[in-house]
């Protein structure tokens, strides 16, 4: 199988600290892990490409320098929210792709409320 | 301010009835298509995908039909079941080229009824 694994599956955190959001592939490597927000009731909007060894492709309105991203190994990529607000909270999801194969295996998400 | 699509959709369903989603996609020059099942508290789970240059796709229940003409995918499940209540996504991807960067659709809440 193909199992991506996010860590943690929610944090709570205070407004203006910072939060790391761990995305891995398990049993395969990914040369390119997405990241995607989802607010409640609404679907999964894509914030960044991340590509093991180069700097994230952010999607437009997202702000880089807010969400950091990291993709140092085949097989991890890191989100850091930093200096979080309440309008940060959200449910964040990460998804891998085998290199060459279409199918994009998603992780469980992680629920942050900021307060 | 308020976003679009607060409300999702809902699709109510009797317990072995069939259940029919519809999706509009955004671009026609999309190559890959895909459903997802989404329960709540989870990531988007794989159901189904189909191809541009295919019109139908059967699997375990489901099935996926493309028609590309009017840019519409859906998906119909047979003899619904409890466990099929879920948020379902459509998605699309522009370009092989840019690996799996997905569009995903606005969502259907299906809800089956015992």
């Known amino acids: 199988g193909a199992v991506v694994s996010q860590h943690p599956s929610w944090v709570i955190c205070k407004s203006g600290t910072s939060v790391k959001i761990e995305c891995r592939s398990l049993d395969f490597q990914a040369t390119t892990m997405f990241w995607y927000r989802q607010f409640p009731k609404q679907s999964l909007m894509l914030m960044a490409t991340?590509?093991?060894?180069?700097?994230?492709?952010?999607e437009q309105g997202v702000e880089k320098d807010k969400f950091l991203i990291n993709h140092a190994s085949l097989t991890l990529s890191t989100l850091t929210v930093t200096s979080a607000h309440p309008e940060d909270s959200s449910f964040y999801i990460c998804s891998a792709s085998k290199t060459g194969l279409w199918e994009a295996f998603f992780g469980q998400g992680t629920r942050l409320t900021v307060v | 301010g308020e976003s679009v699509g607060l409300h999702l959709p809902t699709l109510s369903v009797q317990e072995g009835d069939n259940s029919i989603i519809n999706c509009a996609y955004s671009n026609s020059a999309s190559d890959y298509f895909i459903w997802y099942k989404q329960e709540s508290g989870k990531g988007p789970q794989f159901i189904i995908d189909i191809r541009s240059n295919m019109d139908k796709r059967q699997g375990q229940r489901v099935t996926v039909l493309l028609n590309k003409t009017v840019k519409h995918l859906s998906l119909q499940i047979a003899a619904t079941q409890p466990g099929d209540s879920a948020v379902y996504f459509c998605?699309?991807?522009?370009?092989?080229?840019?690996?799996?960067?997905?569009?995903f659709g606005g969502g259907t809440r299906v809800l089956v009824k015992p």
């Open positions: 991340s590509n093991e060894g180069s700097k994230a492709t952010y």
């Open positions: 998605a699309e991807t522009l370009d092989k080229a840019a690996g799996n960067k997905l569009t």
